[in-house]
Every structure is written in C-alpha cells, then in structure tokens.
C-alpha cells in the first residue's frame, strides 16, 4: 500500500487541512444553533403570560385564573409560583410535561373534579396538552401571601371566659 499524503503537493495538502477546518467549524456552528434552539424550546414562561391562561382576579392575597385549553392545543411550559387549588368546570383528557422531562401519560379530570398543588421547595413548572375531544377548562386559585399580618384582626389569639381578648 502506498501512503495516500506521499502525493499531494504542498497546496493539495494546505487546501486539504483548510477544508477540514471549515468542516469542523460548520458542524460546530451547527451544533451551537441546534443547542440553543432547543434551549429556547423550553424556556418557561410566568403562568401569567401563558397564553390559555386568564387571570381575572389579582391582588396581593390571591390570584384567580381559568386556564382554557381547547382539544389537540398545548400550553407554553409555564411557571406557577406559588400553591394553588383548582376544579374542572369539564371532563376533559390531558396529559402533563414537567420541565426536561417526557410527556406523561393520559389522564383524565372530571366536571367539579378539585385539587391542590402545595410545592413547599419549589415553584411548579410544566406545560398541560389537551389530547381529549373536549376543551380543558379549570379554574384555580393561587395563594400569593399565605401569613397574614400580626396585627390583622382575624389573626389574634382568642380567649374565653373571663380573659379578655388579646
């Protein structure tokens, strides 16, 4: 066998390694561009700026929103930031995505269906598909300021008897 460099000219090996170069560095430029493209894919937005999600009521204690997804849609991955309750005003069938993980299996809520996300560590991330024929349509409720003020009236310890009141 003969040695496949023993005939290329000094040129034919400079165009060679240049060429190489290039390659490389396309294929890094590509890989970078993939890399943040999927990095952008799951970028989670504030549950507020959720596109299916409404807010109809704010204020410092609480938040009401209903959160309208309609059959084969998807919301953003959204965040919710704090512990929250809801009911089903439908039966619907939907999956769940927590952030980087796989999609989760089908479940399905029924009309007046109630729950509570208490997340004691965290903020809650994830993204609901709507893989049933019906709508998704949930109202919840989140807690924005569980404590209450030391000097609000509901939150003063109450006696009986004859101590008064503190």
């Known amino acids: 066998m003969t040695n496949p460099w023993s005939s290329l ?12 170069i290039a390659l490389l560095s396309l294929l890094f430029l590509t890989t970078t561009i993939a890399a943040f493209a999927q990095g ?7 549950m507020e700026e959720e596109p299916h999600h409404h807010v109809l009521l704010k204020n410092e204690f609480v938040e009401v929103i209903r959160a309208m997804i ?27 995505q927590f952030l980087g993980k796989t999609e989760g299996l089908p479940s399905t809520l029924q009309a007046g269906e109630v729950w509570a996300e208490p997340f004691p560590d965290q903020p809650y991330t994830h993204r609901i598909h709507n893989v049933g024929n019906s709508p998704v349509d949930v109202f919840g409720v989140e807690c924005r300021h569980v404590a209450l003020k030391p000097d609000c009236r509901c939150s003063r310890r109450r006696t009986f008897g004859s101590e008064r009141q503190e």
């Open 9 to 20: 000219t000094p040129e034919g090996i400079w165009l060679k390694a240049h060429m190489k």
């Open 70 to 96: 309609p059959p084969g849609e998807s919301t953003l991955i959204h965040t919710h930031s704090h512990e929250s309750a809801g009911f089903a005003l439908v039966k619907s069938t939907s999956t769940e």
């Open 40 to 46: 952008q894919s799951i970028m989670s937005v504030p």
